[in-house]
């Protein structure tokens, strides 16, 4: 699955140069999310902290309302633990999701503000700073729904709202902890987790021009 996007991710590269004419967004964001559980070895459950994430998005145009968006995210969190099964009352959990998709705007004609939406696909990290050898990929359906705010022609803000559907197997194993034994699994075959994030938004290529007034051109 990596692979394939980064796969995925090098022929979207190659293609800049002609989609630069109709436009490309770079949004830098930082965001609020919550959910997430695992089970401990004494089938207690346990949730993720819920956290500051942050990440960046990009995306290109294909027509003006419809393109495709490539978004990093990530979160450092902890689960509150049992000192008796993992040595540590608190067990450091790190969470990026890479994804791929296509997002669509609405009121294309609008001059500052555009509500849109997206469906995004990928592969969700989990890691740890506490367990020396473990790590494990997983897929992710991601859709959302945000609204971007333009009040300069290359310059503007994002408001995103976004699920993130983890496809985990439950039972398996996580995470290790430093003795070898693999003391975490995850809770079920679906985690979900959410999020809102805000962005400052840069335009390349093709500006949003103003209808109302001149407004400064950075």
């Known amino acids: 699955m990596a692979k394939a996007l980064l796969v995925m991710a090098g022929l979207a590269a190659s293609a800049v140069p002609a ?9 830098p964001f930082v965001g609020y999310r919550a959910g997430g559980s695992f089970v401990d070895r004494g089938g207690r459950e346990l949730h993720l902290r819920n956290n500051v994430s942050f990440g960046a998005v990009a995306d290109l145009d294909l027509r003006r309302d419809i393109g495709v968006e490539f978004v990093w995210s990530h979160e450092d969190s902890h689960l509150p633990t049992d000192p008796a099964l993992l040595g540590t009352a608190s067990f450091d959990v790190k969470v990026d999701h ?41 897929v992710v359906l991601a859709p959302g729904a945000g609204a971007e705010f333009f009040p300069f022609r290359r310059v503007g803000f994002r408001l995103d709202g976004r699920g993130y559907f983890v496809f985990t197997e439950g039972g398996s194993q996580v995470f290790c902890i430093p003795s070898g034994a693999c003391a975490l699994l995850f809770k079920s075959d679906l985690m979900v987790q959410t999020d809102v994030a805000l962005s400052v938004v840069f335009l390349l290529g093709r500006s949003r021009p103003p209808k109302a007034r001149p407004r400064p051109d950075w």
């Open 98 to 138: 890479w994804m791929v998709g296509a997002w669509k705007e609405f009121w294309a004609e609008r001059p500052t503000v555009r509500p849109l939406i997206s469906v995004l696909f990928g592969v969700t990290h989990f890691s740890s700073g506490t367990a020396e050898t473990d790590a494990r990929d997983r």
């Open 19 to 27: 989609l630069a004419a109709q436009g490309i967004e770079l949004a």
